[in-house]
């Protein structure tokens, strides 16, 4: 660690794949909807951590990406936890506005018929 460097519990404990990358499930904090899945590297993750709102890393553009960066339909971070793997994250966040780019709250509104 570099000199004025602060280790956040944790951190390091992240499991990434052989991309570097952690899945990341974004729930809401009022009512416990799941909102989206997207992935986080290290980079992002900190970012997220850093300044209390959600990073994610783009496979399909290979960059990082502040949800809410164009529709303004940002995520308020409220508490990150991992899995007993550390290898899936939960982020609990206040969603302001929708969370898929298609306008709905949720990402997850299509449902399988006979489910």
């Known amino acids: 660690m570099s000199e004025g460097e602060v280790r956040v519990e944790g ?7 052989e991309r570097g990358l952690v899945p990341a499930i974004v729930q809401e904090v009022g009512t416990c909807q799941v909102l989206m899945l997207a992935y986080m590297n290290r980079e992002s993750l900190e970012k997220t951590l850093e300044t209390g709102r959600t990073w994610f890393f783009s496979r399909s553009r290979q960059e990082l990406w502040p949800k809410g960066e164009t529709s303004g339909n940002i995520q308020k971070v409220r508490k990150v936890l991992y899995d007993c793997d550390a290898d899936t994250l939960l982020v609990i966040v206040e969603q302001i506005g929708a969370a898929c780019h298609t306008g709905e709250k949720t990402c997850f509104y299509r449902e399988l018929p006979g489910a």
Do not use: F
């Not at 951190?11 to 794949?17: A, E, W």
């Open 11 to 17: 951190l390091d404990d992240i499991k990434y794949d």
